[in-house]
């Protein structure tokens, strides 16, 4: 009777029959866990605004490193908290500074454990923007040395990847050539290619201590209503030399992680920012949403948009759900 109706559900039988013809795979292997580690001791420390997440102190890091390992997540984004910071960031490319401090105990914890460190001045600087201010400004190319020395010293202390995040122009080459120059040839650049000026940043900034005291970043941080510039951010940062272009933040800018996925043939990540996560975790606090399912959902989002890298806060829930064959 009903001969002619064509049967999509005919492939939604049976849970075996569903995993078969998912068009989306996801391993454990494309999480990436950004983690803040600051300087002192005896800090192990659940940050108020991402519930969850935690602030560890060098000889806490053990800590973070279990932590990672129970999961089966190896790979970590670094970002740091310096007890001083100056107008320069000094910190931030300082030998003994907090991010190069825990690369070398991370290396020393689990050697396996692969290290990427976020490349910025805004947590570093007394005045909270990602670069040396000239007047209310943030000077580019002034911002460039400062951002091509703190990338170096991190491969100095150990790190495997250096991911710019400060947006300025030219800092994917500044970075590269540093690099070179001095034999870190095969440290790569996730470059943080298309980042814009976000309210999705607040819970993070939070975290950092890295909130501009004047002003803000959209002078140097892309404008939310601009997708075809993103696209020419992308191939600025491919010219440059970027092995990885990164999307952020996430969930609000997937159209762009397609046209990115279209466009370049890097792999392309997206980071899953603080405000998403907070977002996420307020609203199952607050019993209106079931936190497991939506963290499952979105991440999973994110990969059919076309990334191939996710960066999130959710990397160990998610490794998990991946490993349990919930998602993937
Ligand atoms: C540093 C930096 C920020 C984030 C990553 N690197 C904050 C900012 O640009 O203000 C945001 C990450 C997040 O919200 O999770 N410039």
Redesign the pocket.
Known sequence: MFNDVIRPRRLRTSDNLRRLVRETRISPDSLIW?VFVVEGENIYREIPSLPGQFHYSPDQLDLMVQHAQAHGVSRVLL?GLPKDKDEQGSGAWDENGIVQQAIRKIKHLDPAMYIVT?V?M??YTSHGH?GILCGHEVDNDQTLTVLAKTALSHARAGADMVAP??MMDGRVAAIRQALDENGYQNVPIMS?AA?FASS??G???EA?G?APSFGD?RAY?MDPHNGREAMRECALDVQEGADILMI?PAMAYLDLVRAARERFDLPIAC?A???EYAMIKAAAKAGLIDEHGILCESAVCMYRAGADILIT?YACELADAIRKGEIG
Do not use: L, M
Request: positive net charge.
């Open positions: 950004p970002f976020d910025c805004c947590e990602c995040s400060d943080y980042k999705f940043y819970p993070f900034r950092a890295s970043r941080q952020k980071y920012v603080s405000g806060y």
